[in-house]
């Protein structure tokens, strides 16, 4: 185990599985306190074991992030405790436009995805801020780079965007900063939810010719906690293989050559 997060509590939303896990695994395996947040308290509890197996910290607990009065809760148990990171990962996905979207469909979305961080960095700002030198890192993804055809989860994902960059401008006079990272595809239950046509479909615009792994993103997501970016603040890292900067005309040069060959 390194020491980068030794003695600093991280709060991980969605850390039951994919992205979620790996970021919490990751974060304890450096040290890091880390509360597993899950609306599935048997899966927070796994990864708290795992976490506690492996010689680290972790506390499972179960968590609506949809709920306003969970998370102030989750604040009160903290109680004069400083809290040194919150990474708000949890999210759902859903690929109807908008006029096949039901409008439950659309709130459960907004709620999940969007309503989620605000009510994360707005209950959690007490702890966050006797830290005095706290980060918040907001999951969205890359279809909060680009237009994307989901009504709701590409409006969720720039929504997210957004208000981060609200919350860095608000809380840098704090010591707090605030970040998004904008995953492409990575391998989790959350890109197999669907068609899997779709993931084959989509590879052809990515030029790393792969999917990501789990730990990829949780390692763009612990530097952003971490102090080594101590000056990075209110920005968009994407970690997506160069789909957003390069996809059409690497989709585009490839059928090129295959045609030429």
Known sequence: ????????????????????RAEALGLAGEG?????????????????????A???????????VA???????????????????LVNNAGVSFRKGIAETAVDDWWRVMDINLSSVFFG????????????GASVVNVSSIAGMVGYFSASYGASKWGVRGLSKVASLEFAA?????NSVHPGLVDTPLLHSGDDRFVDESLRSVPAGRVASPEEIAGAVAFL??????????TELVVDG??????????????LAEDAS
Request: charged share 25%; aromatic share 6%.
């Open 1 to 20: 185990m390194t020491a980068r997060f030794r003695d600093r509590r991280i709060v991980v939303t969605g850390g039951g599985s994919g992205m979620g």
């Open 32 to 52: 890091a306190d880390v509360l597993v947040a899950d609306i599935d308290l048997d899966a927070a509890r796994a990864v708290a074991d795992e976490i506690t």
């Open 54 to 64: 492996a010689g680290g910290t972790g506390q499972a607990h179960q968590l609506d």
């Open 67 to 85: 709920d306003p009065a969970a998370w102030e809760e989750l604040a009160a148990g903290f109680d004069g405790k400083a809290l040194h990171g």
């Open 121 to 132: 960095m707005k209950f959690l700002s007490g702890p966050l801020k006797r830290a005095e």
């Open 174 to 178: 704090e010591g707090i900063r605030v």
């Open 225 to 234: 906690l971490s102090d080594d970016a101590s000056y990075v603040n209110g």
């Open 242 to 255: 160069g789909l957003v900067s390069s996809g059409i005309y690497h989709r585009i040069t490839t059928a």
